[in-house]
């Protein structure tokens, strides 16, 4: 057995994703087409056809008759807020214990989402039963895994820090928060290249560790030299020659998840101006199609409601600090709202023909107050850190509290946060 599986892994290259083999087509000379070449051109276009371009089609279709329809045109908050509200009080479908070492994550989206809509849709009650299950995965305050007995983890203590950030200290739980403890194990995560393990010893490393870690650290105070050294040169080579960041240094594939998390580390870290922010504007123009007139997450990929977030929050940082608009707000605002709301079940999809979730619900409303303003940065503030030196203006009829687009968390409580632990 291990002698097959040896010879198999010599002579496969390492490749990820599906392998296709390759397609070849001999092209006919003028002479050879002259009759009928419309046809032989119609077929050879048929010929390039793959899954994901018939499956555009046929989104591209659904979108065009939702996006022709005017009386979709509102976000239908009260709706939302009964999808939300319903984990609080009744139990979670059991085809989601597969989600259980995502419960911080299930945590800081559903309550962002309520308290996004509506500062005063996450009830005291709620924020209390918040606290109470994030002290019981680590009674000492920190670091978190997804849920008890498992393994610290920096997607975990990223969702449980921006949870309790939007719980306005109810019982006094800023301050149940184990800053030194966590700091000593961000060290821990620490690699020499500037990367972070997502758990010590078994964990990855990619910019995703880098924005967990970087945002946990700058909310609560703990944003060292020491820590962040090497951050930056690991970030800036994982721009790729298509303009988005890779999750890796040096040519890995451009995904709109991986230069989120690129593009806000480095704007904590005041060194935007370290990269190509031309060519990475145009890599996020590119990312909204006009027939969808929503946002993907790379190239030849299917438009997804949460990328609004992901491609749509790096645009409104590259927009605060200062280099222009460079997606279409009002044309997102039309793909949310008219493409991904149904008037038979509550909470936001990715796309047509999919379910609502927690997880597109939230990051669709984050998308939604992206639209809704315009972001700039106080000039009269000149550190790096610029979590409370947003200026967020409406420049819609806004229905939606104001989201910082570095942390994903409504500015007011995330300044209220940051001033806590300065
Ligand atoms: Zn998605």
Same mark, same amino acid.
């Given at each position: 057995m291990s002698s097959q599986l040896s010879s198999f892994q010599n002579s496969t290259p390492k490749l990820l994703g599906r392998k296709r083999s390759p397609?070849?087509?001999i092209v006919p000379s003028e002479e050879e087409s002259s009759s009928g070449s419309e046809e032989s051109v119609v077929?050879?276009?048929? #010929?390039?056809?793959?899954?994901?371009t018939e499956a555009r089609d046929k989104l591209i279709y659904e979108c065009r008759l939702l996006l022709e329809r005017d009386e979709s045109n509102t976000l239908n908050k009260e709706f939302h807020r009964r999808y939300l509200d319903s984990p609080f009080s009744h139990p979670l479908p059991p085809g989601m214990v597969a989600l259980d070492a995502s419960a911080p994550w299930l945590l800081y989206w559903i309550a962002n989402g309520l308290r996004t809509m509506n500062q005063s849709w996450l009830k005291t009650e709620t924020q209390y039963r918040i606290q109470e299950k994030v002290f019981r995965v680590n009674p000492h305050g920190g670091p978190? =895994?997804?849920? %008890?007995?498992?393994?610290?983890?920096?997607?975990?203590?990223?969702?449980? @820090?921006?949870?309790?950030?939007?719980? +306005?200290? $109810?019982?006094?739980?800023?301050?149940?928060?184990?800053?030194?403890?966590?700091? +000593?194990? %961000? %060290?821990?995560?620490?690699?020499?290249?500037g990367g972070f393990q997502t758990c010590l010893g078994v964990g990855e490393y990619d910019t995703r560790g880098i924005y967990c870690a970087i945002s946990i650290a700058s909310m609560l105070g703990l944003l060292t030299q020491e820590l962040c050294e090497n951050v930056v040169e690991f970030l800036i080579h994982c721009q790729n020659y #298509?303009?988005?960041?890779? =999750? @890796?240094?040096?040519?890995?594939e451009a995904h709109g998840g991986y230069t989120f998390c690129a593009v806000a580390s480095l704007a904590i870290l005041g060194a935007l101006d370290r990269i190509d922010v031309e060519k990475l504007t145009d890599w996020c123009s590119q990312r909204q199609y006009n027939d969808e007139k =929503?946002?993907?997450?790379?190239?030849?990929?299917? $438009?997804? @409601?949460?990328?609004?977030?992901? @491609?749509?929050?790096?645009?409104?940082?590259? #927009?605060?600090?200062g280099y222009g608009n460079c997606i279409n707000k009002a044309e997102l605002k039309e793909y949310i709202l008219k493409c991904c709301q149904m008037e038979t079940r509550p909470g936001i999809r990715d796309k047509p023909g999919t379910r609502p979730d927690f997880y597109h619900t939230n990051y669709g409303l984050l998308g939604v107050a992206i639209t809704e303003n315009s972001f700039q940065l106080d000039p009269r503030v000149s550190n790096s850190l610029k979590i409370d030196s947003f200026i967020i203006?409406?420049?819609?009829?806004? $229905?939606?509290?104001?989201?910082?687009? $570095?942390?994903g968390l409504?500015?007011?409580?995330? #300044?209220?946060?940051?001033?806590h632990f300065k």
């Open positions: 397609t070849e087509r077929a050879m276009v048929k #010929e390039m056809d793959t899954e994901t978190f =895994g997804g849920g %008890l007995g498992q393994l610290p983890h920096l997607a975990g203590t990223y969702a449980i @820090v921006n949870a309790l950030a939007i719980c +306005d200290n $109810v019982e006094g739980c800023w301050d149940k928060i184990n800053r030194t403890s966590i700091y +000593d194990w %961000l %060290l821990s995560l620490k690699r020499e290249d #298509e303009g988005g960041f890779g =999750g @890796v240094p040096h040519e890995d =929503g946002l993907s997450g790379r190239s030849n990929k299917l $438009v997804d @409601v949460c990328y609004s977030f992901w @491609v749509g929050g790096t645009a409104a940082i590259l #927009e605060a600090y203006n409406p420049i819609d009829n806004s $229905v939606l509290e104001p989201i910082n687009p $570095v942390y409504p500015s007011s409580d995330l #300044e209220k946060f940051y001033k």
